[in-house]
């Protein structure tokens, strides 16, 4: 028998809100806060903004010894499962240790340690010397690794990679594991800390990020005939996982139900998408037909979109494909022109942008998107400038990664 699965808990620590409050007002008012790298000195790169967190003092949160165990990336996940957690109203008292996983996702892990070692290393005084804590805070399944730790979840514990499809991965991951009964309670989401001087020059060489140096403020405008690439982000979004029934006899708040979800491949490029969008197609399709709905039953896309100029008119194109003919009730709106890319983080964020939605009858506005390009079909209701008022009782996320990976999440209202 497999079993439903509900969502009681979510959390966020996000470029334009520390919490899910304010994450949401801005999202919901379309309120972006890309600025001028402050991190490392970026004057001489292609690209020199992005989307950095405000006002992040990780002593609010975690104690000395964990700042200093830990790299961003983990600490971001530290803080917004420590959210989720709250949210979801847990009595671990009263629970088995073992029946409560984490399954995490990060795409890139530790960049911002492994970079502060190596070239320390390269400074060559004379003595290798790496800090005893450079292998733990570098490999990417430590986030994983300290939520067990700090709450004592004893079950299904790992992490997801598949570049930016990496934490609807990980959401996948938690609702096939729950629904086949090896776990109750799942913390999921994923984390990324990716403003770092390699990471920002690798994307910036590769020409993958917006060279919009002169207006950041408008850098990110999915479907937009002027758009050039996407904007870096950073942050962590977690989300709580439970066996329905479960959720149900504790009382617990439900956000929403994980109805579907699948994965397929490109099969095509390292980096870029399918020009037809073939495998995003087929990922809908298959996630779609595991909820028992069809396209004409979603009333909100997430999309993946991230402003680049060849990955947009292929998902679009498979959308376009997917509705077919006619009148649709699908809105769609593109909140990476509010966050910017928060690589393997993008998906749970964007996950909780869509169960949010479903609660409030709300979808977010796409930012900065003044001229749809015209390869673009037009059967698309993409929503722009201001949000929205709908009765949203299904919603679904895409994410898709370098290397071919899509990922999508449908979820249904309670």
Not at 14 to 26: I, K, R
Not at 143 to 162: C, D, E, K, L, P
Not at 338 to 353: P, S, V, W, Y
């Amino acid at each position: 028998m497999l079993h439903r699965v509900a969502v009681t808990g979510i959390g966020v620590l996000a470029p334009n809100g520390n919490n899910v409050s304010t994450f949401w007002n801005n999202i919901v008012n379309g309120v972006s806060v890309v600025g001028p790298v402050t991190r490392f000195d970026a004057s001489l790169f292609r690209t020199r903004f992005a989307n950095e967190l405000q006002n992040y003092n990780p002593s609010e949160y975690l104690d000395k010894a964990d700042i200093k165990r830990t790299d961003l990336f983990t600490q971001y996940a530290l803080i917004a499962s420590d959210a989720a957690i709250k949210d979801a109203g847990f009595d671990f008292s009263k629970m088995n240790p073992f029946d409560v996983g984490v399954i995490w996702g990060s795409g890139q892990g530790g960049m911002d340690t492994f970079e502060e070692q190596v070239t320390e290393y390269a400074k060559g005084n004379g003595q290798p010397r790496f800090s005893p804590f450079f292998v733990p805070k570098l490999i990417a399944n430590m986030a994983s690794g300290m939520i067990s730790i700090r709450h004592g979840y004893m079950g299904i514990n790992y992490t997801t990679v598949s570049a930016c499809a990496t934490s609807n991965t990980a959401i996948m991951d938690a609702f096939n594991y729950i629904r086949l009964g090896k776990a109750k309670i799942i913390v999921t989401g994923g984390s990324e800390a990716p403003i770092t001087p390699a990471s920002m020059g690798g994307f910036s060489s590769m020409k993958a990020m917006s060279a919009r140096n002169e207006d950041p403020a408008s850098a990110s405008r999915p479907f937009d005939v002027e758009r050039d690439g996407f904007v870096m982000g950073e942050g962590a979004g977690a989300l709580i996982l439970e066996e329905w029934d479960h959720a149900v006899q504790r009382g617990a708040k439900i956000y929403g139900e994980v109805a579907g979800a699948a994965m397929t491949a490109d099969a095509y490029h390292m980096t870029a998408t399918h020009p037809e969008g073939a495998g995003a197609i087929q990922a809908m399709k298959l996630a779609l037909q595991e909820a028992q709905l069809t396209i004409s039953d979603v009333h909100y896309l997430n999309p993946h979109a991230t402003s680049t100029p060849v990955g947009d008119i292929s998902e679009t194109k498979a959308i376009g494909a997917l509705l077919g003919s006619g009148s649709n009730t699908l809105n769609i709106s593109a909140t990476k022109s509010i966050t910017g890319h928060l690589l393997g983080a993008a998906g749970a964020i964007e996950a909780i942008i869509t169960l949010l939605a479903i609660r409030d009858g709300v979808i977010p506005p796409t930012i900065n998107t003044t001229v749809i390009d015209p390869e673009i079909p037009g059967n698309l209701n993409i929503v722009t400038k201001e949000a929205r008022n709908a009765n949203v009782k299904v919603a679904m996320s895409n994410t898709f990664g370098f290397g071919g990976h899509n990922g999508t999440v449908v979820f249904k209202a309670v």
